[in-house]
Nanobody, 123 residues
Framework: VQLQASGGGLVQTGNSLRLTCAASGRTFSINVMGWFRQAPGKEREFVAA????????FYADSVRGRFTVSRDNANRKMYLQMNSLKFEDTAVYYCASRLRDGIRYNQYDYDYWGQGTEVTVSS
């Protein structure tokens, strides 16, 4: 499985941005796809994820209500719509996939990772 994240950039506080994760390879084996982020000097943290088996989605408290994760099965893509962006959303965002079922919040429970895409929110 190969994952490629894109869509990052520089935006002002309150604006929106949509990230895209394109998957290729043995994507049929993926059960969970998610987004993580890592701010400068901080550990990588869970942002959002969805389960392909039951369609459930989960969000970190810090982004719930502002971010929406969605998928395009036909094109094997996952999106992260980020609205009402805050300065503290500034980070490198990574997409990840997990082969086993069940959404997990720990990065070590994910099997494949894309390269990061940088999001900078200016005040």
């Amino acid at each position: 499985v190969q994952l490629q994240a894109s869509g990052g950039g520089l935006v002002q506080t309150g604006n929106s941005l949509r990230l895209t994760c394109a998957a290729s390879g043995r994507t049929f084996s993926i059960n969970v796809m998610g987004w993580f982020r890592q701010a400068p000097g901080k550990e990588r943290e869970f942002v959002a994820a969805f389960s392909r088996s039951d369609g459930s989605t989960f969000y970190a408290d810090s982004v719930r209500g502002r971010f929406t994760v969605s998928r395009d099965n036909a094109n094997r893509k996952m999106y992260l719509q980020m609205n009402s962006l805050k300065f503290e959303d500034t980070a490198v965002y990574y997409c990840a996939s997990r082969l086993r079922d069940g959404i997990r919040y720990n990065q070590y429970d994910y099997d494949y990772w894309g390269q990061g895409t940088e999001v900078t929110v200016s005040s």
